[in-house]
């Protein structure tokens, strides 16, 4: 079975700062997608960005970024110039094509200080 | 369409009772999931459909749940003789592709 582990229960930064979320999963499959999704309080979650396993470059969206380390079985996300809206819980999540089931890691809690 | 809707948004029920939950999925999608998330913790996979054929089913799916997807639209997930252990957010996604599954806002369901 697939599991997910995110070693960080909760972090914190200051605006306009980096801050790196780590993200370690188990899996014997070659073919697969990972993915960060963030859930601000009381509100739905949504995609920050996804990594195809068979692709070697490090997917980046805007300030988002990850270091992927296949071998590893790493996925850590960068979070770059920090802004109040990025508090949140953040998931870390693994999916194989079939079955289509998505396994999440259990959180990290960032907020974001003024 | 402005994504994926679920209804009612909370449910206050009492041990025993059945509850129904609705979700409607954005509309080309023919992946439609549910999920369980309680206080603290990510969300957990329940089941999966594609168009109207349920293809997965968890382990946590005990024979108390039901899901249905009629004609692929959207979907129910109903609970029988809830207990409190049943307590929980229930989320529901769709997706078109296996890049991204959109979610809804959940439903809230409190069982006393």
């Known amino acids: 079975a697939q599991t997910v582990t995110q070693s960080q229960p909760e972090m914190s930064v200051q605006e306009a700062e980096t801050v790196t979320l780590s993200c370690t999963y188990d899996?014997?499959?070659?073919?697969?997608?990972l993915f960060w999704y963030k859930q601000p309080p009381s509100r739905q979650m949504i995609l920050v960005i996804r990594?195809?396993?068979?692709?070697?470059q490090n997917a980046t969206e805007n300030r988002f970024s990850v270091n992927f380390q296949k071998a590893a079985k790493s996925f850590s996300l960068k979070i770059s110039d920090s802004q109040l809206g990025d508090t949140a819980m953040y998931f870390c999540?693994?999916?194989?094509?079939?079955?289509?089931?998505?396994?999440f890691g259990a959180g990290t809690r960032l907020t974001v200080k003024p | 369409d402005t994504g994926v809707s679920q209804d009612p948004r909370h449910k206050i029920t009492k041990r025993g009772q059945n509850v129904t939950f609705r979700c409607d999925p954005i509309?080309?999608?023919?992946?439609l999931y549910w999920y369980r998330q309680t206080l603290g913790q990510g969300p957990e996979f329940l089941t999966y459909?594609?168009?109207?054929?349920?293809?997965?089913k968890s382990r946590l799916l005990s024979d108390r749940f039901s899901a249905e997807r009629p004609k692929g639209s959207f979907s129910t997930l109903e609970i029988q003789r809830t207990e409190q252990g049943d307590s929980a957010m229930y989320l529901c996604?769709?997706?078109?592709?296996?890049?991204?599954?959109?979610f809804g806002p959940g439903t809230r369901l409190t069982v006393l």
């Open positions: 990594q195809e396993a068979y692709k070697q």
């Open positions: 509309s080309e999608h023919n992946r």
């Open positions: 459909f594609q168009n109207e054929a349920q293809l997965e």
């Open positions: 996604a769709s997706s078109l592709s296996y890049n991204e599954q959109f």
């Open positions: 999540a693994f999916m194989k094509p079939t079955p289509n089931d998505m396994r």
């Open positions: 899996t014997s499959e070659s073919n697969y997608y």
